[in-house]
DNA sequence: ATGCCTTATTTCATAAGA
């Protein structure tokens, strides 16, 4: 099984990128985050015609997460028992989960809340989130069947997942508390799939669109796959696509390709 | 070369991203 997790910040506006990737690459299974795609305007149609069932959950302009899959996609569950709404808000929790079985790999895709700024009442809110999603996936994280939790996780879990240190004093996305809620997702038996660079030593997943900033490698790696033990054993390869960030148009998140032992021919012939 | 930000929407301006 090859399975990708990528932001691809509006999937309707990177249909066609995605579609021309998805072709050369030929993943099974696709973790999408930042869909920004109502459920009823996903593009099923485009990507059944490459052999992908979607499964979407959408907000409209801002969020969503969707799983492709064309190894079958069953028990799809949409966000996660106890998650939370925004600050101060009544209306229903953001569309920043999904979860979906996929030839007898537990999926789940996740669009971790930026945070904006550690004075932020979202900052509060993203740590909120990240120990609810802990507690969810307590379960399938220690369970014999093989579980991954990828997605952007708007956290980069060390220094080294940074261009530079100095340059993220007071931001988000390098705090204590943030990296502290990653660190308890693998305390509950999750291993952080190390993923190639195909160029430099590090393999960032995002770089700004401002100032030239992937040209100059000023990268962050805060999109992770997440595998519990039996996925973990299974892996044999781990890459970031940055090639994908090249181009006109690109989104500013590259995909990370993962690929499990498991042969599809042999899971679909089941 | 990979090239100086992009997206959808309450659209000719704004909020959000990280």
Redesign the pocket.
Known sequence: MRLVTW?V??????LPRLLAWLRVTGPDVVCL??T???DA?FLRAEVAELGYAAAVHGD????GVAVLSRMGSSDIAVGFPGIPSIPDAEQPPEARAIAATCSGVRVMSV???????PEDP?FAYKLRWLTALRSAIEPEAAAERPFVLAG?F?V?PTDADVWDPAAFVG???VTPAERGAVRALLDAGLHDVPARAL?YDTPFT?W??????????LG?R?DLVLANAAAYADITDAYVDR?A?????????APVVVDLGRSSTVELSR
Do not use: L
Request: proline share 5%; aromatic share 10%; with cysteine.
């Open positions: 932001n910040n509006s999937v309707s506006a990177r985050q930042e920004k795609c109502p305007a409209g302009r801002w969020n669009y971790v809340p930026n945070g904006r700024s979202h952007d708007n980069a931001s988000t996305h160029k995002y700004d669109y401002r100032a030239g900033a992937f040209h100059q490698n962050m805060i090639e960030r090249k181009g006109r148009s690109p989104s500013d998140h």
